[in-house]
């Protein structure tokens, strides 16, 4: 068991025309990371995914903000995506599900995760304006897609209610650091089996 939690990092790098990101996750850390995005409030929405899921995270991005974050921003949930599945290696001994209902303020948000390697999201989660100062709100989906597309995970978000934009964005990312931190983690009565009746995850 040792062994496998040792080997759980990983790191990507993604570049392309419009951006060029370094990624390093340790699913065994402590949650500390260092995050540089050019978009302040995105920096600060990755510092809570690394923060609540307890996975060190080092994420540098350079990209075409002259155009807007879009690029960016889905770019980076790809590399995070990619790491994260890299260092899941074939899933052996992961608690695998988890789902939690977070509250903030006024604001409620559910989400719930199956670390199956099967990607698919399930949103629903609306925001009351186009954008969270510079911004914009619909980004917050294309960074999760991106994220469950690459990390090879279901994923669902429900915001149950909520009037803060800012809240409701956060909610998304703290709920879904906190059942990645479950679902990450070694399930120490099968730790040296996957968690499937197939025998594989991937």
């Known amino acids: 068991m040792a062994a496998a939690k040792d080997s759980r990092t990983a ?6 025309n419009e951006t060029a990101i370094t990624v390093s996750v340790n699913l065994d850390g402590t949650g500390t990371s260092k ?14 995914l690394s923060r609540h899921s307890l996975i060190d995270m080092e994420i540098d991005v350079k990209g075409d903000l002259h155009i807007d974050d879009h690029h960016s921003v889905e770019d980076t949930g790809i590399a995070i995506g990619q790491a994260i599945s890299q260092a899941l290696g074939d899933r052996r001994g992961i608690t ?6 977070l509250a903030m303020d006024e604001t409620m948000t559910k989400a719930a995760v199956d670390l199956s390697g099967r990607p698919f999201l399930v949103w629903n989660v609306a925001f009351s304006a186009p954008k969270i100062g510079t911004f914009d709100t619909e980004l917050v989906r294309e960074f999760f897609q991106a994220l469950a597309q690459n990390a090879g995970i279901t994923l669902h978000v429900l915001n149950h209610y909520g009037a803060n934009n800012h809240h409701i964005a956060e909610t998304c990312f703290k709920a879904v650091a906190r059942v990645l931190r479950t679902a990450t983690e070694i399930d120490a009565r ?5 968690p499937s009746t197939k025998g594989t995850l991937v």
């Open 35 to 48: 995050i540089s995005s050019g978009i302040g409030f995105f920096d600060h929405m990755l510092e809570q």
């Open 96 to 101: 695998r599900y988890a789902s939690l209902d």
């Open 11 to 16: 790191m990507v790098s993604r570049r392309t």
């Open 190 to 194: 099968q730790a040296d089996r996957v």
